[in-house]
């Protein structure tokens, strides 16, 4: 197959570039600027083995020159994960390079395979099953709330005619096996602060929980979909691991390493900004808009579509498994615990 790839340079794009390069098929990549590199699951730099095409999803079109020939699908990584950027950075980027991804699938005539996010249900708790995002519903916010309205357009494009998939990662985390992971950002910022004593203690639900999942199973999701596409047409899939994994227990495995100050949860009620020293309160500034809100909550994802089409089950995230992603980021620098 040809597959048109954006976001190739991200974490998802890059481990989905190398498996699609080590299945035989042919990738072309969207690649904003010179000097870029496509990270497969094992780090390597895979961009030599692809054709690579500027541009930016944020233009119609995006901005192509002249368009590619022949593709068979189109999958659309390419997103700001940033949950400060203005409005107009995720309208312009999730949501309308979203719109200029569903122009050209139509174009082409080629499926179109989304990729979204999990947390397109907001704040809403318990079991969260596979069905349409509300766009209209309470988000944490403006990226949860861009993807949701993204989901909406590939939606409508579909009920128009467009073939098209929608996979839903939640928060990635390293390798299953070793915990290897090719881009250390996203949640792993957040994760470096609950050993340290700039986080202190946070307001947060006793049965506050991460969905996290190793990008192992992400990637092959998404290489089941791509590879048996017409049995997901019209699917909206969690790539989900088989349970929340508990902050309490991810503070107690941070504070057997040397060298951590392990953060601590209070009830929320009893949290004041103003009882934090100086230096605390500076961090509880930056990040408490961003991220306490998930300290509140403990969302399940149903993983029923990849479990039922593929026969690919939500992976189990235990202590173990846990330990060696902490290990992988100890061995690459980014943790100075042990």
């Excluded at 519903?137 to 909406?152: H, I, L, P, Q, V």
């Excluded at 103003?274 to 500076?282: I, K, Q």
């Excluded at 993983?303 to 992976?315: H, K, S, T, Y």
Aim: hydrophobic share 50%; charged share 15%; glycine share 10%.
């Amino acid at each position: 197959m040809h597959i048109f790839l954006t976001g190739a340079t991200g974490l998802v794009g890059g481990a989905l570039a190398g498996a699609l390069l080590d299945a035989g098929h042919r990738v072309t990549a969207l690649v904003r600027g010179e000097g870029r590199d496509v990270l497969d699951m094992d780090a390597r730099d895979r961009i030599g083995e692809i054709d690579v095409l500027q541009g930016d999803v944020a233009l119609p079109g995006f901005g192509l020159a002249g368009p590619p020939q022949d593709i068979d699908l189109l999958v659309h990584c390419a997103a700001t994960v940033d949950f400060a950027a203005a409005d107009a950075v995720h309208q312009a980027v999730n949501v309308g390079g979203t719109a200029h991804a569903i122009a050209l699938a139509q174009a082409w005539n080629c499926p179109l395979l989304h990729v979204s996010t999990a947390y397109v249900c907001g704040r809403a708790g318990g079991l969260i099953a596979e069905t349409a995002a509300n766009p209209a519903a309470d988000f944490t916010n403006g990226y949860e709330a861009s993807k949701a309205r993204a989901e909406a357009l590939v939606d409508a494009a579909r009920a128009h005619g467009l073939a098209a998939a929608i996979a839903r990662p939640a928060i990635i985390v390293g390798r299953l096996s070793d915990g290897a992971i090719a881009r250390i950002d996203g949640f792993h910022h957040l994760f470096r602060l609950f050993g340290s004593p700039l986080l202190g203690a946070v307001p947060a639900a006793s049965d506050a929980a991460f969905a996290i999942v190793p990008i192992c199973h992400v990637t092959a999701g998404l290489m089941a979909i791509v590879q048996g596409f017409a049995a997901f047409d019209g699917q909206r899939v969690h790539l989900v691991g088989a349970a929340p994994f508990a902050m309490t227990d991810m503070l107690a495995i941070v504070g057997d390493y040397p060298g951590t100050v392990p953060a601590t949860i209070m009830p929320p009620p009893d949290y004041h900004a103003s009882e934090r020293d100086r230096r605390v309160a500076m961090v509880h500034r930056r990040i408490g808009p961003q991220f306490f809100d998930y300290f509140q909550r403990s969302p399940r994802f149903s993983g029923e579509a990849l479990a039922r089409l593929a026969d690919i089950p939500p992976p189990v995230i235990d202590e173990p498994a846990f330990r060696r992603m902490i290990d992988h980021c100890i061995r690459a620098g980014f943790l100075d615990w042990g």
